[in-house]
């Protein structure tokens, strides 16, 4: 197993010459995560002050939960999790600079298991969450694998593909914890920029995450040959 600094180091030589495009890739998704979050706003100011909330504030609350609910299923989850990952796993893997094309096109080809992936997902680490707070992170890096398995096994269904995430993950959960723990620093520096410096960290973490997923799958199909 390479260690993490091989792993950003695969990620910085596939991002040279191509942060504009992967900045251009992230600026999207956070105007879609924006736009999936006004919703949640929009009730936040209208249950501020529950006892003195109006009939009209309340029929928009109930009004606004399903489509922000909406907005999380069909828009902001299978982008986030299957469409923007696998933008960055083309790029380690082929080569494949067309960022902001290949967000779209992983997102919306296959569209409706990767809607039904992102779902189960959710679903899946919420139930195992009710447990405590650590199954349910367990269970989250056990299925990580499972939009870059969707893409790259389009016969396997939803559930096959989240299944095989955790065969190929086991054992290499903490790598993975421990992977996403070294990006904490630069998190942090990126706070005090106003957030504009994650427009660099999101790319840099995502292609490091895709060179961890191209590792793990090799060694798992050597180990099953």
């Known amino acids: 197993m390479k260690t993490n600094q091989e792993f950003k180091n695969s990620a910085l030589a596939a991002l040279k010459g191509n942060w504009a ?8 998704m956070f105007a879609v995560m924006i736009i999936y979050m006004i919703p949640s706003m929009c009730m936040s100011s209208l249950t501020a002050d529950p006892e003195n909330m109006s009939m ?4 928009l609350v109930l009004a606004l939960f399903p489509v922000m609910s909406f ?5 902001y989850t299978p982008m986030m999790y299957v469409g923007y990952g696998n933008a960055f796993k083309q790029l380690v893997a082929d080569g494949d600079n067309n960022l902001v094309a290949n967000l779209f096109k ?23 969450s009710l447990l405590f707070i ?18 790259d096994y389009p016969e396997l269904s939803a559930n096959q593909a ?13 790598d993975l914890f421990w ?9 942090i520096l990126c706070i005090f920029t106003l ?28 180990n099953n040959n």
């Open 195 to 222: 957030g504009i410096g994650y427009l660099w960290l999101m790319p840099y973490m995502m292609t490091t995450m895709a060179a961890f997923y191209q590792e793990v799958k090799t060694e798992y199909i050597n």
């Open 56 to 59: 009209t504030d309340a029929i």
């Open 21 to 28: 495009p992967a900045v251009v890739c992230t600026i999207i």
């Open 106 to 128: 992983n997102t919306f080809h296959g569209y409706w298991k990767n809607v039904g992936a992102s779902l189960l997902m959710v679903i899946f680490i919420f139930l195992w």
């Open 134 to 151: 650590i199954p349910g992170f367990i269970k989250g890096l056990a299925y990580s694998l499972t939009p870059y398995i969707l893409k």
């Open 162 to 174: 989240i299944n095989l995430s955790m065969k190929m993950m086991k054992g290499h959960k903490f």
């Open 179 to 187: 992977l996403f723990l070294s990006f904490i620093g630069w998190s």
């Open 71 to 75: 907005l999380q299923i069909f828009l």
